[in-house]
Each structure stands twice: as structure tokens, then as C-alpha cells.
């Protein structure tokens, strides 16, 4: 990983965040939707995420220039279809593991005709290290991360100060990290953190956390987390350092 040319302690993503997951891979059912939609609308939408690990130019990936959003485990992709209808304007990259939730934003996108949609189907610390370039990234959005509550599994949990510096040092100056759970315990630890990150400022007037943003859709995780009777957190920081 190219973080030394930013300047940061780190001198490559420590190799345990490649090795321990963040996730379970459970393939769960496809319906014969999802299935069609994995064989035919991936060669369209789909991003390889290349066996070379070359940066890839996400421009390219769109046949045009406009800011990028990536969402990291978008789920069913409900947010981000949403997202990406009312943002015309910008590029929108989905990265997630679960392949019914990559077969069900497939059919979303072609369902909704939408052409700033772009997925990939891998472990997103290995394809945003591999593939997405230094300071190609407007915003990161991460909403209800598994909150992995057993002690011993924090380890697995997404947000770490290595995944967080890798972020860093993929967003655009200025650019914003948006996070979001349910799990309050997830939401100290994500707040130590992002605080601990010199380059980020919390967008947080008051507090750690922000308003529930208008733009964030209700989800099937959020929903469920509402249903017991969880306190649901959002976080925004800023890059705010300027690199030469
Ligand atoms: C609890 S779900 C939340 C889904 C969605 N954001 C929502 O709010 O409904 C977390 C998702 O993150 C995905 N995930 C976890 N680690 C991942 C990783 N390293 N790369 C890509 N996806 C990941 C999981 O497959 C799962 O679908």
C-alpha cells in the first residue's frame, strides 16, 4: 500500500487485516433472479478486482470524470440505489462480499436504469488497497458494520486504525468518511478511532456524533436494530490535511 508517500507511520497494511475477515462468507441463497443478474449484468457493472493488484482509474471504470463515493458492505444495496438516483452527478463503487446482495444491486441498477453504479464483489480492504488509487475518493460510507460484540472477535471488526489510515489516504482532501451503527459499544470504538486519525476532523457540532443525515435510507439492519430498541449513531470526519 502506497502510504508512505502520504506521510504516515504506516508502512504497508499490517498483513493480519488481509488475513482476519470481517466478514463470514455465507453464499445464503440466490434466488434465479439474483443468479441471472450475477451472470448477465456483472460483465457491465461489474469491477474485477484484478489478479495484479494495479491500481485501476476509476474514472475509467464510469467513461467519465465526477466525484466517487464508495460504500463498503452495502447489504442489499438498498442505500446505495437510493443514493445514487438522487446523485446523478457522481460515481457510486458498492464493494461487498455477500453475493445475493451483489446479484439483488445488479438488478437494481438496471431495474432503475441508473449508469453511476459500479460494484465489486471482493473483500473490500483488499480492493481498495489494490485497486482504488491515492486521493481518488470523495466519500466512504460504511453503515451498520457487523458489530462482531464477542471480545474476542473485535478483531475482525472493520473499522481499526489500519483500515481507517488506508481510507485516509484514498480520500480527496476534504473528503469524508461517513459511518453509522446501531451497536453502542461499536460506535465508542469506531469515535477512538477516527479521533486518533490526525488528518480527520469529526463534523460533529456537538458531541461525537452527527443528526441522522436526510440522505441515509432506512435499512433491513437499521430496521432490525430500531426493532431492538437500539440507539442508532452516525458519525462524519473530514480529511483535512493538504497534500503536496
Ligand atoms: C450488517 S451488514 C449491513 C449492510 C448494509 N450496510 C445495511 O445497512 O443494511 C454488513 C455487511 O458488510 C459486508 N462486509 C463485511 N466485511 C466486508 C468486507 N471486508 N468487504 C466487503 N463487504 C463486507 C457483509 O457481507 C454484510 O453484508
Do not use: C
Not at 99 to 127: I, K, T
Amino acid at each position: 500500500v502506497n502510504l508512505r508517500s502520504e506521510g504516515s507511520p504506516l508502512e504497508a497494511l499490517p498483513e493480519h487485516l488481509r488475513r482476519v475477515r470481517s466478514f463470514v462468507r455465507r453464499e445464503g441463497r440466490l434466488t434465479d433472479a439474483q443468479a441471472r443478474a450475477l451472470e448477465n449484468l456483472w460483465p457491465l457493472y461489474g469491477i474485477e478486482s484484478g489478479a495484479e493488484a494495479q491500481p485501476g482509474n476509476p474514472d475509467s471504470w464510469f467513461g467519465r470524470s465526477a466525484p466517487l463515493v464508495v460504500e463498503i458492505g452495502f447489504g442489499s444495496g438498498s442505500a446505495l440505489l437510493h443514493r445514487a438516483a438522487l446523485a446523478p452527478e457522481r460515481n457510486f463503487l458498492g464493494i461487498e462480499v455477500h453475493r445475493p446482495g451483489v446479484g439483488g444491486l445488479l438488478r437494481g441498477v438496471r431495474d432503475a436504469g441508473l449508469e453511476n453504479v459500479r460494484v465489486s464483489d471482493a473483500d473490500a480492504v483488499v480492493f481498495i488497497e489494490d485497486r482504488l488509487p491515492p486521493q481518488s475518493v470523495s466519500e466512504f460510507i460504511i453503515e451498520f458494520p457487523d458489530p462482531w460484540p464477542k471480545k474476542r472477535h473485535h478483531k475482525r471488526r472493520l473499522v481499526q486504525p489500519a483500515l481507517v489510515a488506508l481510507l485516509v489516504s484514498r480520500l480527496l482532501p476534504g473528503g469524508l468518511l461517513r459511518l453509522a451503527t446501531d451497536w453502542a459499544p461499536y460506535a465508542e470504538h469506531m469515535t477512538e478511532v477516527l479521533k486518533a486519525m490526525p488528518s480527520l476532523e469529526n463534523m460533529a457540532v456537538e458531541g461525537d456524533y452527527i443528526p441522522r443525515p436526510e440522505s441515509r435510507p432506512l435499512t433491513r439492519f437499521e430496521a432490525r436494530g430500531l426493532r431492538l430498541g437500539h440507539e442508532v449513531f452516525d458519525l462524519a470526519y473530514r480529511r483535512t490535511d493538504h497534500v503536496g
